[in-house]
C-alpha cells in the first residue's frame, strides 16, 4: 500500500510542477519541460516496483506528461508548435543518449565511485535505446496528428477532454506496443510479454485520466501575454 499512497502524490507532485512550469516560463517552459520529462522517463524507466502484486517500471507518469505537453501546445498554440516541440524532445533523447554513451567510455580514476552507478543507469543495451527512440517518435507525432483531426470534430473548449483523452490513449498504446516489442520481443514468453504490455498500458490510460483536470487548469493560464506586456 505504501508504493500506491506514494505514487499518488509523485503523480500529483509531476503534474504540479508541469502546472508551475507553464504558468511562470509560458510556452518556452513548455518546450523546457518536453525536453526535461524526456531523459528523466528514460532514467526512471530503469527502475522497477511492485503495485497491487504487479511489477512496473517508473517513468510512466513522466511520459505521460509528454502527451500533456504537446496537447496543451496543440490547443493553445496550434499544430505547428506541438511538431516542434516533439522533435525538441527527439533530439534531446538522442544527445543524453549519445553524450553518456561517450562519457561512460572514459576510465575512471582509482577512487571513483560513480562509474558502476552511471553504468547501471545510462548503460543501456543498444536494444532498449533503439525501441526507446522509435516509439517516442512514431507516438509523439501520431499524437499531434489525432489531436489535431479530433479537434475537427469536438472543436469546443468543453470538450477538450476528448481531445486529450482519445489522442493520447490511442498514441500511448501504439507507444507501448512499439516499445515492447523491440525491447522485450523474444526475450519472454507470450504470455509474460503480453502482461507487460496490458499492465504497462493499464496504467498510462489511467495517468492520462488523472492528467486531464491539470490540463483544464493550464489551458486557462495565459503567462505569454504577462510576459509580452512586462517586455513592452
Not at 499518488?8 to 517552459?29: D, E, P, S
Not at 533530439?91 to 561517450?102: D, G, R
Not at 490513449?169 to 526475450?187: N, P
Amino acid at each position: 500500500m505504501f508504493n500506491f499512497g506514494w505514487g499518488v502524490l509523485f503523480m500529483l507532485v509531476n503534474f504540479t510542477f508541469f502546472l508551475i512550469c507553464y504558468r511562470w516560463f509560458g510556452k518556452k517552459g513548455l518546450y523546457a519541460w518536453i525536453g526535461v520529462a524526456t531523459v528523466i522517463a528514460n532514467i526512471q524507466v530503469v527502475k522497477t516496483i511492485e503495485m497491487f502484486g504487479i511489477v512496473m517500471t517508473l517513468g510512466n507518469t513522466m511520459y505521460v506528461s509528454l502527451y500533456l505537453t504537446s496537447d496543451l501546445l496543440n490547443e493553445k498554440y496550434g499544430r505547428g508548435e506541438a511538431k516542434k516541440a516533439v522533435w525538441f524532445g527527439f533530439f534531446t533523447l538522442i544527445m543524453t543518449t549519445v553524450l553518456m554513451q561517450m562519457a561512460l567510455v572514459f576510465t575512471p580514476q582509482p577512487g571513483d565511485f560513480a562509474q558502476e552507478s552511471l553504468q547501471s543507469i545510462f548503460g543501456w543495451m543498444p536494444r532498449l535505446a533503439l525501441a526507446s527512440l522509435t516509439a517516442y517518435f512514431i507516438s509523439q507525432f501520431l499524437d499531434v496528428r489525432l489531436f489535431a483531426w479530433i479537434r475537427k470534430f469536438y472543436p469546443s473548449r468543453g470538450q477538450l477532454w476528448i481531445r486529450n483523452n482519445f489522442s493520447t490513449m490511442v498514441s500511448s498504446f501504439v507507444d507501448t506496443l512499439i516499445f515492447c516489442t523491440i525491447a522485450f520481443a523474444g526475450q519472454y514468453s507470450l504470455p509474460i510479454w503480453t502482461e507487460i504490455l496490458l499492465t504497462t498500458y493499464v496504467i498510462k490510460f489511467i495517468l492520462t485520466a488523472a492528467g486531464t483536470p491539470f490540463l483544464y487548469i493550464a489551458r486557462n493560464y495565459h503567462p505569454d501575454e504577462v510576459e509580452t506586456a512586462h517586455t513592452r
